[in-house]
T-cell receptor, first 113, second 113 residues
């Protein structure tokens, strides 16, 4: 399967702990996106990379959130000092420069207790 | 500011019934519009997209959508639904940076056999 993959699929953590999620995009895609989805809502944009450069960040992305894509391939999203309000599904998507079609991964479901 | 509204939150239909899901957007410029589907336990998948040209676009699995610029709408249709169409459907607008998707809140479709 050459789709977008995300790990872990589920993460349960205690409030105040740090968590890190990984996204592996489709190999030929140079664009990578992170979204957050809560119950009953559509995905909300968090941040966007073109190759290794982080070109756009949402105002939703507090300073506890940081994302990297060091070699322009996989990406990590870290949440520091997690809060219960961070509980959500975190989605990753990728696309190429020519076609504005984003392909989504299965997501990482975060539960903060 | 860009936004997408889906007014039907939950739709229940019998098999073979016709489907129309509403999507309205707010944006004054050139739009790229998408419908994504999320089947139970699966990730978001692209159903169809509109970039330009013919306002009636056809997607996978017999779905189609019509872009009506004067109404700021992009409604999804299918003439005869099947039980396997039970899923969550999301309308999305590609923002003016070309990088950020704005999603609606989604419509949950249940098809009764």
């Amino acid at each position: 399967d050459t789709g977008v993959s995300q790990n872990p699929r589920h993460k349960i953590t205690k409030r105040g702990q740090n968590v890190t999620f990984r996204c592996d995009p489709i190999s030929e895609h140079n664009r990578l996106y992170w979204y957050r989805q809560t119950l009953g809502q559509g995905p909300e944009f968090l941040t966007y990379f073109q190759n290794e450069a982080q070109l756009e960040k949402s105002r939703l992305l507090s300073d506890r959130f940081s994302a990297e894509r060091p070699k322009g391939s996989f990406s990590t999203l870290e949440i520091q000092r997690t809060e219960q309000g961070d509980s959500a599904m975190y989605l990753c998507a990728s696309s190429d420069s020519q076609r504005n079609e984003q392909y989504f991964g299965p997501g990482t479901r975060l539960t903060v207790t | 500011a860009q936004s997408v509204s889906q007014h039907n939150h939950h739709v229940i239909l019998s098999e073979a019934a016709s489907l129309e899901l509403g999507c309205n957007y707010s944006y004054g410029g050139t739009v790229n519009l998408f419908w994504y589907v999320q089947y139970p336990g699966q990730h978001l998948q692209l159903l169809l997209k509109y970039f330009s040209g013919d306002p009636l676009v056809k997607g996978i699995k017999g779905f189609e959508a019509e872009f009506i610029k004067s109404k700021f709408s992009f409604n999804l249709r299918k003439p005869s639904v099947q039980w396997s169409d039970t899923a969550e459907y999301f309308c999305a607008l590609l923002g003016d940076t070309g990088n950020q998707f704005y999603f609606g809140t989604g419509t949950s479709l249940t098809v009764i056999p």
